[in-house]
């Protein structure tokens, strides 16, 4: 592949953007690079490499973010535990969400981008509570996405909406 | 029905249709429910699950799927026939052997299989040949609604359905596409693929799921974040974004190949027909390799118009002995079904009784030699 900018070394530098949720994506030599002012660090020293991946581990507490509390309760419904699920990764009954909520939110977030609700599909037969309650943080998600997009007229539209569910 | 009934042929899904079918084998919408007022299958005694497995069986097997459907005992089946549904992709290799009461209910033209009693109480899938996501969600929406009126799911306003593992949680949908990357591969461009997934948190496994390693340059990418986005949202950026951005990829690979590797693609599609047409012994993972190629030529020429040396001599072996007649050409679906027709249990469920690894190694040699010399 060509550097997109002076058409002419092979791209060795591989850079990807994120803006409002748009990826770019840039192809260019190491030559260009460094006239644009991006930093490369050709080789990384063994242990600073090495060090660098022990700091990013997360720790157990970390990991399952186990308060002191948790880590004791046992799951009234299942009899289910923390130390359990660690050793399993399968949850013992749905009210195990609730139960060991605090801790599984860590986990939960790290599985899905960082995402803690719902959005898409209702049960049809789930009651009128709970089909209002999905609603409405379908709504707060859209609200957030719209504030990150800057889009502030959709945004009011939806702040509004959402004010009127909740009334 | 017997599995027997199926086993001689390829399912739907895998005989070369649908759109893109030249790089996408299929298309795969899998959801994952569990029944309000149970545990989850970890914390279930025995007796639990086989109450489970009856009740959703019986949900199961009154819809009206408009097609057949017919009920297996995973947990009861012989170990011959659990490796053959795995190797059908009709079930997982979980289901297949895991523990206690567990079963499947497949529809005969396999479109549709519900596993009872796999991680969750109930994962229900829908399969379609080439890149057909849109239509696969409609289908499995559907199934889903008719299960629901039946049962109560268990659910949350905050978290949405409720699975046995947090990673599932949300939707529940895992949204897979099977693809054909050989040129990607022979290009060496394929790490590049795999991080470009890993970027947008999408997996990358081989061809019978979790665990397996990429067989015959086919790989099924699927999605694996189910919180927070919705599952038509998923659907729309794979179908129009994702997938066929690869399918580019392989397409400019397949290129890069005619107009400046000719050499490098006519000796792999020229050695893989030397060995295929007069091996003796081919094992199950070199019989993939190799039918990979030489699918890859039969597409290039079909939807590229490639010729080359080697992809013209597929071009006139494929009309030996001066036959006209279609079923003796040598076509995807020729191809395709060697590709499943020659897989461990397949063999040896056609062969009728089970054999070792040598009599295997064997017998597939001999079904590829007399699909692909049609003299002999």
Known sequence: MRCQICNKNDATIHLTEITDGVRAEMHICELCAQEQGIAVKSQIPLNELLSSLLAVQPTDEELFGSSEKDSKTSCPHCGFTLDKFRKEAVLGCPYDYEVFEKSLLQIIKKAHNGNTAHCGKVPSKASAGIKKQAKIITLHQKLQEAVRSEDYELAAKLRDKIKKFET | ?376
């Not at chain 2, 927070?228 to 659907?235: A, L, M, P, Q, T």
Request: aromatic share 6%.
């Open chain 2, 1 to 376: 029905m017997k599995l027997t009934d199926i086993s001689s042929g390829i399912n739907e899904w895998f005989s070369g249709s649908g759109p893109l079918s030249d790089i996408v084998i299929s298309s795969r919408i899998r959801l994952a429910r569990n029944l309000a007022g149970y545990k989850f299958l970890s914390c279930c005694s025995v007796d639990e699950k086989a109450e489970l497995l009856q009740k959703l069986k019986d949900v199961l097997m009154s819809l009206d799927l408009g097609d057949k459907v017919f009920y297996i005992s995973v947990d009861k089946e012989p170990v011959l026939n659990r490796h053959f549904l795995v190797e059908r992709h009709l079930i997982s290799r979980h289901h297949a052997f895991g523990k206690g009461p567990r079963g499947a209910v497949i529809a005969q033209r396999e479109f549709f299989t519900a596993m009872i009693n796999e991680e969750d109480h109930l994962r229900i899938q829908v399969l379609r040949g080439g890149l057909q996501l849109s239509k696969c969600a409609e289908q499995i929406n559907h199934i889903d609604d008719m299960i629901e009126r039946k049962v109560s799911y268990a659910f949350s306003a905050r978290y949405g359905y409720l699975t046995a593992c947090p990673t599932n949680l949300g939707t529940a949908i895992r949204v897979s596409v099977m693809l054909h990357l050989p040129a990607l591969k022979m290009t060496g461009q394929i790490e590049k693929f795999f991080n470009a997934a890993r970027d947008m948190n999408l997996a990358v496994r081989g061809l019978f799921g979790e665990g397996t390693e990429a067989a015959g340059d086919f790989y099924q990418i699927s999605n694996q974040i189910t919180l927070g986005i919705s599952e038509s949202d998923v659907i729309t950026q794979f179908e129009n974004t994702i997938i066929p951005e690869i399918v580019d990829y392989e397409n400019a690979a397949r290129n890069q190949l005619l107009s400046k590797q000719s050499d490098l693609l006519d000796d792999k599609i020229s050695r893989a027909v030397a060995l295929l047409r007069n091996a003796h012994l081919i094992s199950s993972q070199e019989a993939l390799f190799l039918l990979s190629h030489l699918r890859m030529g039969l597409n290039m020429r079909e939807y590229m118009g490639a010729s080359t040396p080697a992809i013209d001599t597929l071009s006139t072996f494929s009309k030996k002995g001066g036959s006209t007649s279609k079923h003796q050409e040598l076509t995807i679906e020729t191809i395709n079904r060697l590709f499943m027709l020659t897989l461990p249990a397949h063999l040896q469920l056609n062969y009728g009784k089970a054999l070792d690894a040598t009599h295997r190694d064997a017998l597939r040699a001999r079904i590829i030699r007399s699909a692909l010399n049609q003299d002999s």
